[in-house]
């Protein structure tokens, strides 16, 4: 009989096989293959730690990709799924139904953001995943106004830095470099106004004075180009991807003004701050507005399964209503509505209504302010920014001239090495670092999160 496997030879066979097989995503494969990028393998989660084939735990404190709001393994959504998997684990939803799809999307418009100055979201669609999601509510807004008889409008607005996903639609409405230049000819062209991003806010400016000096150059070019218009998309108050860059909910609230005022639909894409990340369920209740259409993904199955879903008004669904198939929505996915992914998300969403979720995270994130206070006064942080449970450390080489990182330094790459070898996954976006722990995240793991960063910040920028 031959002797076990020592647990780091199990680990090293499952990167192996790994590396043999799979393509993983947002990725430079040479990186692992070299050994420069570690490759991880785990076998398994519990609540905010990970752990892999050699027992080594890590502290997920990105939440999977920012998915996972209650830890993993959660038990509650767990055993939702398993029961809906044994009574129903796949419909067709042309033409057929089922209870955990209703159930959803009636729960979905009770908790929707509402304002008396809009038309609340009444409707709920189904797709696969954020960047589905987003799709569907470009084609949904350009559609319909062309079912209402304006054909001029084709175009879209996004704001600079924007990111709203990677299928062809969804990066077109995106302006990050990285991510869009080499399939720009692929692409629609939108029509890019600026962030109110309180990063380039000038000298002496307040973050809502940025906000509006935004707003006015959106109105600007809604003045100019609002006839050919289907829709303003924006990410609520946080600019993920774009490196966690925040702004005031002032611009929110502007821009819906202005949308109104020129026939636009104001889409809100949630999909990453909504579910509680902002502070409240959902970004958008900060500036009182509710959008034209809503897409949310990620939380929304509690990080347990993918599922997006587009929130559309009354005005924007009967637009469809006709006669004819072609003025009909013939957007679909395979699994649309999914019953194992809607009752994952039926579980969470009765976590928040059974607990005092908002509340907690309240506390959590004032604990996250105060851990990272000391970590502002590095020299090469230029600014701590934080809107609920969602923080970030701006890196740079030099704090008064906010100069970045020279490139060849590969701060970020430094700061998720060290970071792991101490048992923390931070993912860094560029030279931003950035907490956003699941919502279960106690105090130790806090402190042990602002120790590792401390050691991380000091580990991207030595040697400058």
């Known amino acids: 009989m031959s002797a076990p496997m020592n647990s780091d030879t199990l680990q090293a066979q499952w990167r192996q096989r790994d590396l043999d097989a ?14 420069e990028l570690p490759l991880v393998p785990i076998r398994r989660g519990q609540g905010v730690w990970l752990e892999d084939f050699a027992g080594r735990r890590y502290l997920d404190a990105v939440s999977s990709w920012w998915t996972n709001l209650f830890g993993h393994a ?19 939803l042309a ?20 304002a008396d100055s809009s038309a609340p979201l009444a409707k709920v669609f189904f797709a696969d995943n954020g960047s589905a999601g987003v799709e569907v509510a470009l084609k949904m807004s350009f559609h319909s106004h062309r079912n209402r008889g304006d054909d001029r409008r084709t175009r879209f607005i996004a704001l600079s830095n924007s990111y709203h996903g990677e299928t062809l639609g969804a990066l077109a409405v995106s302006d990050i470099p990285l991510y869009r230049r080499i399939y720009a000819p692929l692409l629609l062209t939108p029509l890019f106004t600026p962030s109110p991003d309180a990063w380039y806010a000038q ?38 991807a774009g490196g966690m860059r925040m702004y005031h909910p002032h611009y929110l609230k502007r821009a819906r003004e202005l949308c109104t005022r020129f026939g636009v639909h104001l889409i809100a894409d949630e999909i990453a701050v909504g579910f509680g990340r902002s502070g409240s369920l959902f970004a958008c209740e900060q500036a009182g507005i509710a959008p034209d259409l809503m897409c949310v993904s990620k939380g929304l199955t509690g990080g347990f399964l993918p599922l997006a879903a587009v929130l559309a008004t009354q005005h924007i669904y009967e637009a469809f209503l006709d006669d004819s198939r072609e003025r009909a929505f013939l957007h679909s996915h395979s699994y649309t509505g999914n019953p194992l992914a809607c009752a994952a998300a039926r579980a969470t969403l009765d976590i928040f209504r059974s607990e005092p979720v908002l509340e907690r995270n309240r506390h959590t ?6 851990l990272a206070a000391p970590l502002a006064e590095h020299p090469n942080v230029a600014e701590v920014r934080q809107t609920g449970m969602i923080l970030a450390l701006e890196l740079v080489a030099d704090r008064r001239s906010r100069a970045p990182l020279p490139a060849a330094q590969r701060g970020g790459l430094r700061a998720y090495r060290h970071a792991l070898s101490n048992g923390v996954l931070l993912r860094p976006l560029g030279d931003v670092l950035y907490w956003m722990p699941p919502y279960c995240i106690d105090d130790a793991a806090l402190q042990q999160l602002a120790i590792v960063t401390a050691g991380a910040i000091e580990a991207a920028v030595e040697g400058l």
Do not use: K, N, Y
């Open 22 to 35: 799979l393509w993983h995503p947002c990725t430079q494969m040479r990186e692992h293959h070299s050994g």
């Open 95 to 114: 033409g057929f139904s089922h209870a955990p799809a209703i159930e959803l999307a009636e729960e979905l418009l009770r908790i929707a953001p509402r």
């Open 365 to 370: 994130a004032a604990r996250m302010a105060a």
């Open 203 to 240: 000298p002496g400016e307040s973050a809502r004075a940025c906000a509006e000096r935004a707003a006015q150059a959106l109105q600007a070019l809604l003045e100019r180009e609002g006839d050919s218009v289907c829709a303003l998309i924006l990410e609520p108050l946080v600019q993920c």
């Open 74 to 92: 959660e038990p509650r959504i767990g055993a939702a799924i398993g029961a809906q998997a044994l009574e129903l684990e796949q419909v067709i």
